[in-house]
């Protein structure tokens, strides 16, 4: 053979080979292995993917998929079971899946499906309990066979919220004391905390508190502290209100009152301008609100506190959004806070049935600011 024809053939296998590989690599193809040889196959065959879930009731969690899906197998338990090991396991299921299967309280789950096939819920054969944590284990298969395999944490449904609302707040930190940000509820009616939020739209809702399990009674206070600082950061989740009592140089903590600590240490809250959320977390709906800033502010410095405010008007908490008609931060200092008028009269209207169902709509006029001594954590007015 020539030995310029030798060359060329050489360099055109390899740009062929190069070029076949590049194919391979950028183009939507699979293979399999018949008695004829090789067969290239064309299609889709990324997994699908969760787009979102919800919790929708004590038995129930509903998962939505980004196309017509089975579940090929699906495990619930609590969260504190959960040893999924990502070694071992059989060549069909997922080792996490089969792990979760061996838990010694997996709960029975029925599946179904909507017309769709998109939307898959599982429902337990107990009732699961409110604030527990839990963790759904599944695989799930689209029509060409390709595969998700996941894991949910979820906390269990609270059917039993009580009417809760935002009685004070404080945004502030005193300089070189455990004296931090904390935003005071007020229970109108008896029941269970989990599940409720409070967030603030200045900081975002990721870096909201939920509220654990926790029974009240009608006429609680309780004190979210948003900030860990010091020693006896303790949440007194059971009837021993007493526990977080003595904190050193922390004048809010309440010897009378349920003091909780959310699970954060950096300055949080907005100082002289945000909309405090009180919200129930299954739902997503409002429970409460109030929108503060410095008078004459034109416009929110924000875009996020300015839509929350927005939801705050949907939801029939506030008349209007603008920070003209929020309530003046101006007098807030380290050592003041905003405190709510009125809060007994609308327990009272609770307890002899007269308060309308809904959030309560307010005004500016419904705050003042006032002094940590004399509005002192823990009590209302």
């Not at 005193?174 to 940000?181: I, K, Q, T």
Request: glycine share 10%; proline share 3%; hydrophobic share 40%.
């Amino acid at each position: 053979m020539n030995k310029n024809v030798k060359s060329f053939c050489i360099w055109f296998m390899q740009v062929a080979g190069i070029c076949a590989a590049v194919l391979f690599s950028i183009c939507p193809v699979s293979c399999k292995v018949t008695d004829e040889g090789l067969q290239i196959l064309h299609g889709d065959y990324t997994a699908p993917v969760i787009e979102s879930y919800s919790v929708t009731d004590a038995f129930s969690v509903a998962v939505f998929f980004s196309r017509k899906v089975q579940l090929t197998g699906a495990v619930l338990i609590p969260a504190s079971e959960s040893s999924a090991s990502q070694s071992g396991g059989s060549d069909d299921t997922a080792p996490s899946l089969e792990s979760a299967s061996g838990a010694d309280n997996a709960v029975t789950v029925n599946i179904s499906y909507d017309e769709t096939g998109k939307k898959v819920t599982v429902t337990a054969a107990e009732e699961l309990a409110a604030g527990g944590r839990y963790e759904l284990y599944g695989d799930a298969a689209d029509e060409t066979g390709n595969t998700l395999t996941f894991c949910i944490p979820f906390t269990g449904y609270n059917s039993r919220v009580p009417r809760v609302l935002i009685s004070e707040i404080h945004p502030g930190y005193v300089s070189g004391s455990n004296r931090c940000e904390f935003i005071e509820l007020y229970a109108l009616t008896a029941g269970n905390l989990a599940g409720l939020e409070v967030y603030s739209a200045n900081d975002g809702e990721d870096r909201g508190f939920v509220l654990p399990a926790v029974e009240v009674k009608a006429g609680e206070v309780i004190i979210l502290h948003m900030r860990q600082k010091g020693e006896n950061c303790i949440s007194e989740t059971g009837d021993d209100i007493s526990l977080a009592e003595g904190s050193e140089k922390n004048d809010y903590v309440s010897a009378t009152a349920r003091d909780l600590w959310a699970d954060n240490e950096k300055a949080c809250l907005g100082e002289k301008e945000d909309v405090i959320i009180l919200a129930n977390s299954f739902s997503g709906d409002f429970m409460d609100a109030v929108m503060y800033a410095p008078s004459g502010t034109a416009s929110w410095s924000k875009d996020g506190v300015g839509d929350t405010a927005a939801g705050v008007v949907s939801a029939g908490i506030w008349s209007s959004a603008e920070p003209s008609s929020a309530v003046q931060s101006d007098g807030l200092t380290t050592t003041k806070t905003l405190a709510r008028r009125g809060c007994i009269a609308l327990y009272n209207a609770a307890q002899n049935g007269t308060l309308a169902a809904g959030p309560v709509l307010q005004t500016a006029d419904s705050w003042y600011t006032a002094d940590s001594k004399t509005a002192s954590p823990g009590t209302v007015e």
